[in-house]
């Protein structure tokens, strides 16, 4: 009798524990799932801290299960856009996948934002420098709060923004799996003309045309000038298209950050961008990663002088002066740009 009321007060502590232990457990459950879901105290914008702190939700979290409707209908755009460079890479795949795996070298163009947790593929000619600024902001910690107060050099200067290469490998692979990760594209050739125009159009880009610019002129320019030959400052169009779609420019080494192709520059078919801005909705699509990141209510997106723009009449202008060889050879170049990002073959182009 003795022994029964002994084991008959064991099982009854057995089971207490066991209730107090499966009630904590609902706590912790509890508990867990209001610190997903419950909003947190917004802090001040571009307080000493850092400007528009995240909240419970990283943008990432926010992308895949937005809590609003307007989150909702751009996920379906940009679900669409991922979709489309998930599609070009799987057809494609000898040509994009030409390396197994990436390289911390590969990852430069990769401007990482830890207080929002964010990852940024630059894409120079798309905006790179107001996007750069931003990054600047959001990553500064209260040192900076307005976008346009950065001069544009100072957005290039490498020590003002961390890039994915300076982490070690773990680090690397941590980020890439749980930051937002995005880049802006624009319609290949506007890039590029836009890209000539700025660096051989105008005087005070004197390093590019010491650099590319000598070369340019003394290997395709026939009967050049001494002077031309010593400053490269007089680039032709044509002369630059032969260029780039001459096969010894890329056996020496790869082509410049400003033309080479978006897919090399940002890896797309090895690395899983959550989402894909574009040029032409640059205002509507930086304003949504903004939001996404918590940021959109303090900090806005620079505008761009529309009448400075390079536009599709302006690349079609450029491209009517050099040959049907030049402009098939370049559109191959640029074509899996062309397709991964869902742009149509110009209208204007003699493909041969």
Not at 78 to 86: I, K, L, N, P, S
Not at 98 to 125: F, M, N, S
Not at 156 to 167: A, E, G
Request: hydrophobic residues 35%; glycine residues 4%.
């Amino acid at each position: 009798m003795k022994q029964t009321l002994l084991d008959l007060m064991r099982m009854s502590r057995i089971c207490r524990m066991a209730l107090a232990t499966c009630l904590g457990s609902c706590i912790l459950v509890i508990f867990y799932f209001q610190s997903m879901f419950q909003p947190v105290m917004r802090q001040n914008p571009f307080a000493a801290e850092g400007c528009c702190r995240k909240g419970s939700r990283n943008a990432l979290q926010e992308l895949y299960n937005p809590t609003q409707a307007e989150f909702s209908r751009a996920a379906l755009l940009h679900q669409a856009r991922r979709d489309q460079v998930a599609e070009t890479c799987r057809a494609h795949s000898a040509s994009s996948r030409k390396r197994r795996v990436l390289t911390p070298g590969d990852l430069k163009h990769l401007v990482v934002d830890e207080e929002h947790e964010l990852i940024y593929c630059y894409v120079p000619k798309v905006a790179c420098t107001n996007w750069k600024r931003v990054m600047m902001v959001l990553s500064g910690r209260g040192k900076y709060t307005d976008p346009m107060e950065i001069p544009s050099n100072e957005a290039h200067v490498p020590s003002n923004l961390r890039t994915l290469n300076q982490y070690s490998i773990a680090d690397i692979n941590h980020r890439l799996k749980s930051y937002l990760k995005f880049l802006f594209v624009r319609e290949p050739f506007e890039r590029l003309v836009s890209a000539y125009r700025n660096k051989f159009t105008l005087r005070y880009n004197t390093s590019f045309h010491k650099r590319y610019g000598t070369k340019i002129v003394r290997r395709y320019r026939k009967n050049a000038t001494a002077e031309a030959l010593q400053g490269g400052a007089d680039v032709k169009f044509p002369e630059f298209a032969e260029y780039l779609v001459d096969p010894a420019t890329r056996r020496e080494a790869p082509l410049n950050e400003h033309w080479q192709t978006v897919y090399s520059l940002c890896h797309p078919c090895h690395i899983h961008y959550d989402l894909v801005g574009k040029y032409e909705t640059l205002e509507e699509d930086a304003s949504y990663v903004l939001r996404l990141a918590g940021a959109g209510e303090q900090l806005r997106f620079p505008s761009y002088a529309k009448s400075t723009r390079t536009t599709d009449q302006m690349t079609a202008a450029f491209f009517h002066n050099i040959s049907a060889r030049q402009q098939s050879q370049l559109y191959e170049l640029y074509k899996l740009d062309f397709l991964m990002f869902n742009y149509s073959t110009p209208s204007y182009l003699k493909v041969q």
